[in-house]
């Protein structure tokens, strides 16, 4: 069971570049989230789905598109490159959320894409 | 104000210590407080979670919440070096929305 599983590990970009970042889950998770991490600024949510289809940003979106066409992948687009977004970026995914079903059920998190733009 | 705040550390103890890591928050309607540990190079897994106040117990650790302070800990018994880690608080409302607020982490380094 691989879990949730991010590539690339590491990229470095110009300004200006366009990339995309994979996230892909074998859990068959409803919520999948995208954050990224600053040192000292913990991490910041960027977009999430709460199902194929469905999409919403999150505190931080401008930058970033997503897309949500099947349960298991969550990509995340960088359109123009911009060395603000240098920062470690994370995927996790949750099986479900609701008023009374909270407890058991954590957010599984990949181990990262870590990304420079020069 | 943040509205998680967190002592980035590092701290350093020796083995076997008792470790004590703490949160304070500014929002009154937070319900649920996890605990993530975070190797490095590595994405948070969860620790620990709770409901509303009180202690909860797991093996070495134990996550307590005080809402009337707004104040969470997590404590680590005997502490290993296995236990080198970033460790962060997390928190979210009771329903509706899908925002959890994570503290910034705290670096914690268990010596031999």
């Known amino acids: 069971n691989a879990g949730v599983t991010q590539t690339p590990k590491f990229r470095i970009l110009k300004i200006g570049q366009s990339m995309t970042l994979q996230c892909t889950q074998d859990m068959n998770h409803n919520y999948m989230y995208w954050y990224r991490q600053d040192p000292g600024m913990g991490l910041k949510l960027i977009y999430y789905?709460?199902?194929?289809?469905?999409?919403d940003k999150g505190e931080v979106p401008n930058g970033y598109n997503v897309s949500r066409s099947t349960t298991e992948d969550f990509p995340l687009r960088l359109e123009l490159a911009a060395p603000s977004q240098t920062s470690v970026y994370f995927c996790?995914?949750?099986?479900?959320?609701?008023?009374?079903?909270?407890?058991?059920?954590?957010?599984?998190f990949g181990d990262g894409t870590r990304l420079s733009i020069l | 104000q943040k509205e998680v705040e967190q002592d980035p550390g590092p701290l350093s103890v020796p083995e076997g210590a008792i470790v004590s890591l703490n949160c304070t928050y500014s929002n009154s309607a937070f319900q649920y407080f996890m605990w993530y540990r975070q190797y490095s190079r590595k994405g948070p897994e969860l620790l620990m979670y709770?409901?509303?106040?009180g202690n909860k117990e797991d093996g070495r650790f134990t996550a307590q919440v005080d809402k009337s302070s707004k104040y969470i800990s997590l404590f680590i018994r005997d502490s290993q070096p296995s236990d080198s880690a970033t460790y962060l608080c997390a928190m979210s409302f009771n329903t509706g929305g899908f925002k959890t607020i994570f503290g910034a982490g705290t670096r914690l380094f268990v010596k031999a």
């Open positions: 996790a995914s949750e099986l479900s959320r609701g008023p009374t079903t909270y407890s058991n059920q954590p957010q599984h």
């Open positions: 789905s709460v199902g194929a289809g469905i999409t």
């Open positions: 709770t409901y509303s106040s």
